[in-house]
């Protein structure tokens, strides 16, 4: 992974999101690292805005999870293949 590369969330539009804040937690297991990124973002909008975020893995990593919490409420992403996450994206 190139190391300019960067997890981004990035607004679509004129929109303005700042980032608060990050945490990262790392175990290692052997040959294994269980790693846990913790970002907060704010929307500096008055209005909701649509964000695109993106997050750099390099090839042989595994993403098992992603969890998020907006306004109180936490939603838990669900693993799907680019193409297939677009065409259900464009369908919602």
Do not use: C, H
Not at 15 to 43: C, D, F, I, K
Not at 68 to 90: D, H, I, M, P, T
Request: aromatic content about 4%.
């Amino acid at each position: 992974m190139p190391a300019n590369v960067a997890a981004v969330l990035e607004p679509l539009g004129e929109a303005r999101v700042a980032l608060e804040s990050v945490a990262v937690q790392a175990r290692l297991r052997g040959l294994l690292s269980e790693t846990q990124v913790t970002q907060t973002y704010r929307n500096l909008e008055d209005d909701n805005i649509e964000a695109v975020y993106t997050f750099p893995m390099s090839l042989d990593a595994v993403l098992l999870e992603l969890e998020l919490s907006l306004n109180g409420r936490n939603l838990q992403g669900q693993v799907q293949a680019k193409v297939q996450a677009e065409e259900r994206y464009e369908d919602a």
